[in-house]
T-cell receptor
Framework: QKEVEQDPGPLSVPEGAIVSLNCTYS??????FMWYRQYSRKGPELLMY????GNKEDGRFTAQVDKSSKYISLFIRDSQPSDSATYLC??????????FGTGTRLQVFP | KAGVTQTPRYLIKTRGQQVTLSCSPI?????VSWYQQTPGQGLQFLFE???????NKGNFPGRFSGRQFSNSRSEMNVSTLELGDSALYLC?????????????FGNGTRLTVT
């Protein structure tokens, strides 16, 4: 079993929809949780970064971490065609390597 | 502030050859990590360097090696290339390499082995 599981999608939604992206993990030592967005032919771009459990909001993006359930989510409100990309969750302990999910492909159609 | 710069962007090599990839981190960042990205495996951690010392290593064979220079720039080398080494190689930097300093990625080097 992988340390981090992420639904690969693809996920196809209409413009304006609310998108929910999720990851589960097995290592209780993970404390730092990140979401990256990757466009085709580009490197991953940091979207959200949270520490421990709780919510964090940045514009149309909200990240949630539930450490008791080992579950993290990224919500995108009012989705736009420009949000079409692959979304990667990532997490780590304090000094360990960053572990990535396999990524969810999202397509937002006009 | 300039981002992480990786060179070259594309490489085509033949089986058995060796290759060296280069990474310039964000100014002031002392930690550099390397990842291999493939459609089947996603992002796999290769190694991390901090202040010229390898601090973490992933589960890759010894053909994969790296180093970091005093100016924090890093190189990775793959010897005796195999077809399965075809991938996007990503470099990421962070100020300290600890959990509270997220990684910032370059756009990668696309390596094709024929």
């Amino acid at each position: 079993q992988k340390e981090v599981e992420q639904d690969p999608g693809p996920l196809s939604v209409p413009e304006g929809a609310i998108v929910s992206l999720n990851c589960t993990y097995s290592n209780s030592a993970f404390q730092y949780f990140m979401w990256y967005r990757q466009y085709s032919r580009k490197g991953p771009e940091l979207l959200m970064y949270t520490y421990s459990s709780g919510n964090k909001e940045d514009g149309r993006f909200t990240a949630q971490v539930d450490k008791s359930s080992k579950y993290i989510s990224l919500f995108i409100r009012d989705s736009q065609p420009s949000d079409s990309a692959t979304y990667l969750c990532a997490m780590r302990g304090n000094t360990d390597k960053l572990i990535f999910g396999t990524g969810t492909r999202l397509q937002v159609f006009p | 502030k300039a981002g992480v710069t990786q060179t070259p962007r594309y490489l085509i090599k033949t089986r058995g050859q060796q290759v060296t990839l280069s990474c310039s981190p964000i100014s002031g960042h002392r930690s550099v990590s390397w990842y291999q990205q493939t459609p089947g495996q996603g992002l796999q951690f290769l190694f991390e360097y901090f202040s010229e010392t390898q601090r973490n290593k992933g589960n890759f064979p010894g053909r994969f090696s790296g180093r970091q220079f005093s100016n924090s720039r890093s190189e990775m080398n793959v010897s005796t290339l195999e077809l399965g080494d075809s991938a996007l190689y990503l470099c990421a930097s962070s100020p300290a390499g600890t959990g509270d300093s997220p990684l910032h990625f370059g756009n990668g080097t696309r390596l094709t082995v024929t």
